[in-house]
Structure formats: structure tokens, C-alpha cells
């Protein structure tokens, strides 16, 4: 299933472009729970965000049939299947993708989006052209997959409706570093270990939450920073604009001047970064393949790991 561009131009006896040899694994942008992981244990207490009056339980938390509802002012009354979903099989989107949709680093900002393209990928992710490139992430999408085959159209209809109508946001600082936080994966996350120190960046993205504690509470107003390699946000935005000599095409050509979407492609910017690498990563691979995925297939053929960092410093760095 992976790399069928490699496994093409091997067939062909002609040697792949280097510029095409993006591998796995990037713990980085797929970040896994580690084997020793284990979650953190409910001592009943209660938890709090800034600027807010609920309260709830860490198992509240971690219930998926339950979006908790930090911040009303922010979003319309969520729908039912937004905020509780239907047992047993369609979790609530909201207990993911937060109550109005922005998400996080380990799924997906629905904001910004229309109605008819997140019912498209909840579609692809039924029939199985859209997975993840990294197998043991593949727990992490389950439900998601699940919930899609037993979802109905209208409930998809709500759900995507409802997203579409909530403002478009970001949360997402990104700062060019040459130097980041020791970090660990967790969670489906990063986030920094406390006390450990710096390391350098690499030719890495490090995306961690400004607080932990508040991500796990699935506090929709978290914000979270974005390290990038120094230099990374202006070559990002000299190839999305010109395409880079034909190493790729100007992403407003598809996603429109503001790269905000057009009625073919969806809107880009102030997308979680390590949610746009492994986009482009996966579409390149061909794990994303269904017929939207491959108008943008052409795009991504020839990028290397360093041009997809540049292309999401830069998308990510623009706010709506
Ligand atoms: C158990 C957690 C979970 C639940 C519940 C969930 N999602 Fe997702 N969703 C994900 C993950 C994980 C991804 C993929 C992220 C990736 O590809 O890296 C995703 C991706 C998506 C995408 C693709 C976004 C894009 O920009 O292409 C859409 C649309 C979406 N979800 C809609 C929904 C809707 C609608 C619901 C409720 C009916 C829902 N999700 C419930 C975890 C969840
Ligand atoms: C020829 C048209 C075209 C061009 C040019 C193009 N894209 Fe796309 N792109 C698409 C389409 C169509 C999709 C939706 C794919 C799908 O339906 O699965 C997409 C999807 C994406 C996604 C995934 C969005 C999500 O929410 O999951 C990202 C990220 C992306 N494009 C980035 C870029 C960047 C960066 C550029 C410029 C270097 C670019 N695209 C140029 C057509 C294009």
C-alpha cells in the first residue's frame, strides 16, 4: 500500500528522483504512545480551564460520547451528534475535534472547511482510500473509520453543517528555532518533558500544547506552539507562491488566492503543521487516493521532507 511511487519507478528500472524519498518513520509528525504508556490514572478530582465554570472528571474527559463545553460564547448549541454522538458506534465529533470544531494536533481543525468536502473525507475514510501512513496510528483513526460506516447522511449532514457555520480559527504560534524543548509522545501528542532541556530542531517540526494539562482537559482554547527550522516560514511561502521552478504548482492555483478554498480544494492555512506534513506525506505515499486526493497528487510528488516542513511553516503561520 505504501510508496507505490517507489515501487513504480523500481519496476520501471529507472532510479526515483531523490526529492521523492520522504520515509517513515517521522515520530515527530505521527506521533505514538510509547509501549510503556500509561494514561493517566482518575484520582476524582475536578478539573478547570481559564475563563470558564464547568467542571469535569478526567473519565468525563476521556469519554467520547461526550464533548465537554469549555467555552459556550465560542460556538452555536452543538448538535446531539456533535455532543454526545450515537452509542454505539458514532462517537461525538466534538470529543475530538473539540465542541466547535478546532481540534488538535492529533486530528484535525475542522474549521474553515465546508460541508461538502468533510463529508467527502468521512467518505474516503468509509472506503478506505484515505488511512494513515504510519500503522500504528491506525488505532488512533479507528474510530474515526468506524464511525463513519455507521453514520447516517443526515447525521453527516449535521455534523458537517454545523462545523462549517462555527468561525474559523487558529491556535497555532508558530516561532522559528534552532533550539526546542525535549519532548515526548504521548497521547497521540508531543509535549514537553518537564525540566529535560533543549535540543536542536533539526529538520524537524516540534507542535506541543503551551499547557498540557488544559489539552488533556480537551480545553478548545488551548493554544499550542509550533517550532520550525529558522528560515523555513519565507522559503515555505516562496514555493507555495511560485511552485519552485516546477518542483510543485502555486497552492492558490487549487486552494484560491487567501488559500482559504475554493469549491475544489479545501482551505490550508492555520492548519495544525504536523497535520499538514502528514497530509502532504500521505498523499504523496498514496494513502490518501481518493479522486480529491489525486487532482493533488501532482503537487506533492516531487517534495522533499524539507520543502513539506516549509509548506506547513508557512501555511500554518497565516492566520484566518
Ligand atoms: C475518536 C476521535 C474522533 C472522533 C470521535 C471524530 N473524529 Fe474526525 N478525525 C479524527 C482523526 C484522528 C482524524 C484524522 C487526522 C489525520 O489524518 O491525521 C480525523 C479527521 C476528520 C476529518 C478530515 C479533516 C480534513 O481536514 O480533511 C473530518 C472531516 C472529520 N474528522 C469529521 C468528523 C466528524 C463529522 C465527526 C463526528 C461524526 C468526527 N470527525 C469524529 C478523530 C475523530
Ligand atoms: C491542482 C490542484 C491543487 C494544487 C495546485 C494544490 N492542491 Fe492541495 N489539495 C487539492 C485537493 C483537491 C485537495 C483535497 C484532497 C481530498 O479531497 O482528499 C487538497 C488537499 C490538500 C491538503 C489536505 C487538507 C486537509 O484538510 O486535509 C493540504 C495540506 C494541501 N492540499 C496543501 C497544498 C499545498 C501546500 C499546495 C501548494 C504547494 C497545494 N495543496 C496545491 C488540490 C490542489
Not at 507505490?4 to 529507472?14: S, T
Not at 470529543?95 to 488538535?104: E, I, L, Q, T, V
Not at 468533510?118 to 504510519?134: I, P
Not at 511560485?242 to 469549491?263: E, F, I, P, W, Y
Request: charged share 20%; proline share 8%; glycine share 6%.
Amino acid at each position: 500500500m505504501t510508496r507505490p511511487l517507489a515501487f513504480v519507478a523500481l519496476a520501471f528500472g529507472f532510479m526515483a528522483s531523490p526529492s521523492a524519498a520522504v520515509e517513515l518513520p517521522l515520530p515527530w509528525a505521527y506521533p505514538v504512545n510509547p509501549p510503556d504508556f500509561r494514561a493517566e490514572v482518575d484520582t476524582g478530582e475536578s478539573r478547570h480551564v481559564p475563563d470558564s465554570d464547568l467542571t469535569v472528571t478526567l473519565t468525563q474527559v476521556r469519554d467520547l460520547f461526550y464533548s465537554p463545553d469549555w467555552h459556550p460564547a465560542d460556538h452555536q448549541p452543538q448538535p446531539s451528534i456533535v455532543a454526545n454522538g450515537r452509542k454505539p458506534d458514532v462517537q461525538a465529533c466534538g470529543s475530538c475535534h473539540r465542541a466547535d470544531g478546532r481540534g488538535g494536533p492529533e486530528n484535525a481543525n475542522l474549521t474553515g472547511l465546508s460541508a461538502e468536502y468533510m463529508a467527502r473525507q468521512v467518505e474516503a475514510l468509509r472506503n478506505g482510500t484515505r488511512t494513515t501512513s504510519e500503522p500504528k496510528r491506525v488505532l488512533l483513526l479507528a474510530k474515526m473509520v468506524q464511525l463513519s460506516k455507521s453514520i447516517t447522511e443526515e447525521e453527516l449532514a449535521r455534523a458537517s453543517e454545523y462545523f462549517a457555520h462555527q468561525p474559523y480559527r487558529s491556535m497555532i504560534d508558530v516561532v522559528e528555532a534552532d533550539v526546542v524543548p525535549k519532548t515526548r509522545s504521548a497521547d497521540w501528542h508531543l509535549s514537553p518533558i518537564p525540566n529535560a532541556g533543549t535540543e536542536p530542531i533539526g529538520n524537524r517540526i516540534i507542535e506541543v500544547p503551551v499547557d498540557n494539562d488544559y489539552f488533556t482537559s480537551r480545553d478548545s482554547r488551548v493554544r499550542y506552539t509550533a517550532y520550525v527550522p529558522p528560515g523555513s516560514i519565507a522559503r515555505g511561502k516562496l514555493l507555495a507562491t511560485t511552485g519552485g521552478d516546477g518542483r510543485t504548482v502555486a497552492c492558490s492555483s487549487c486552494h484560491g488566492a487567501d488559500l482559504k478554498g475554493t469549491a475544489v480544494a479545501p482551505a490550508i492555512i492555520a492548519r495544525s503543521p504536523s497535520y499538514v506534513v502528514r497530509q502532504l506525506f500521505d498523499i504523496q505515499a498514496g494513502n490518501r487516493s481518493g479522486a480529491g486526493a489525486a487532482i493533488m497528487k501532482p503537487t506533492v510528488e516531487h517534495l522533499t521532507l524539507t520543502d513539506m516542513i516549509e509548506l506547513a511553516a508557512y501555511t500554518s503561520s497565516i492566520a484566518p
